[in-house]
């Protein structure tokens, strides 16, 4: 029989001596009662790690805590150290809040479990979508320029300083025959501003 008090099932898992039930309770919270799984969700000192790798804390007093009173750790570390005025997003420069949806505590190292002040950051929620998104320069048929040591598409190289036209007009250069340093640095021949 399982070894759990009040448990009437016949015990399946020998190593443990347990019923099904409670070795998946086990293996899900790291005990075998629902009222030891409470006490250790509610343990200050207790964490648990979520099914997409952040860790959560139990934390009810906390102005950022969620109606359970949990709180994911990265939050709670850079609130602590910040306070309510949050700093403008890292990389845009936009106004930032406590927002769950619009704005996120980001993990520069992109390491979930890693919740150092140092490795956090407020950004909003467009440059956290997107800045680990990787273009890769010569996949599906992009092409690369390298000027100066430097390899980026022709895209990327139209939002640099000093360049003038677009990445389709970067394309449609080189195409024709131009350099790669002429296509991205020429002057633009049409519809120049009178500034």
Known sequence: MCC???CERESMYKSKDVCQKHYFRFMRNGVFTLKGCRESVRDPDAS???SNGYIVVYRPEHPLSRGTGHILQHREVLYNSIGENTPDCELCGCETSWEIYKYHVDHIDENKKNNELENLRMLCNSCNVTRTKKIHVNSLGRKSITINGTTMTPEEWSRCEGV?????TIRRRLSRGMSDFDSVFGVRLTHNSND
């Open 4 to 6: 759990v008090d009040g």
């Open 164 to 168: 003038v036209v677009c990445g389709a």
């Open 48 to 50: 648990h790690v979520t």
